[in-house]
């Protein structure tokens, strides 16, 4: 790399740090870069993943304090974030680039309706469980562990919306505040891509230079999009994340 491209690549990580704090896909902005910079999809696909893995936990320390009480939620969601990112870093290394180049602007664009109509759905299923007399399942329940196990294989594979995926299907099935998923949204991101950075480590090719410069860009990144994120309303947060899915969503099927 020149120095320029490497001054690129580290703002690149920057961008995608912040911007996966708050909301996800934060790979679309390093991803075009490290093409630009010459390297082939796959090992670029593969350097993001491993560089983005400090950011990861980076954006999950910015949120701890909203992890408070979650535990048993994380662990459990953990469990099949983490296998799913195995199927889907394994997929990446067999299956060609057109395979899931057509599913994933669909998977992205019913993830932002899930979003927006999240409230309605949440004052929906409250009003039947009122009826109904039950009390909603704070873990979500098979349809939500089905759900983010697919998205988790997803985001093994490339990662790009993946944080939408995962908020629009936790809002959709948990009663709970919308701040509050995000931190277990951030921190089942570090899952996928640390597991998918440790499978990458011995079965694949990566730029250690490009790997680098996306870690300590995203690590600053993150903190200062988890320091911005937090103070966001509800309303707000949920616009954000609409806006960015389209962005990521025109970028997916403009490839």
Do not use: C, H
Not at 125 to 132: H, M
Not at 139 to 159: E, K, N, R, W
């Amino acid at each position: 790399m020149t120095l320029w491209e490497m001054v690129a690549v580290l703002a690149a990580g920057a961008g995608a740090g912040a911007i996966n704090a708050v909301v996800g896909s934060g790979t679309l902005i390093t991803f075009p870069v490290l093409l630009a910079t010459g390297l082939p999809p796959v090992t670029a696909t593969v350097s993001n993943a491993l560089g983005l893995v400090p950011g990861s936990l980076s954006g999950a320390f910015g949120y701890r304090r909203e992890l408070a009480g979650q535990r048993d939620r994380v662990l459990r969601l953990g469990v099949v974030a983490a296998l799913g990112a195995v199927a889907g870093a394994a997929l990446l290394l067999i299956l060609p680039e057109t395979a899931f180049e057509t599913i994933v602007p669909v998977l992205v664009g019913l993830a932002l309706v899930l979003v927006v109509l999240q409230p309605w759905i949440a004052r929906t299923v409250k009003r039947r469980r009122e009826r109904a007399g039950t009390r909603p399942r704070p873990d979500g329940g098979v349809p939500l562990l089905v759900g983010m196990g697919l998205a988790s294989v997803y985001g093994g594979y490339f990662a790009a919306a993946q944080g939408i995926v995962y908020l629009s299907l936790m809002g959709s099935l948990i009663d709970e505040s919308l701040q509050r998923l995000n931190a277990v949204k951030n921190v089942l991101a570090a899952v996928v891509n640390g597991v998918a950075a440790v499978f990458f480590l011995f079965v694949a090719d990566f730029d250690w230079t490009a790997v680098l410069l996306i870690a300590v860009g995203s690590t600053l990144g993150a903190q200062a999009g988890a320091l911005v994120g937090r103070r966001f309303s509800p309303v707000v947060l949920r616009a954000v994340i609409v806006a960015v899915g389209v962005f990521a969503l025109v970028q997916l099927v403009r490839r």
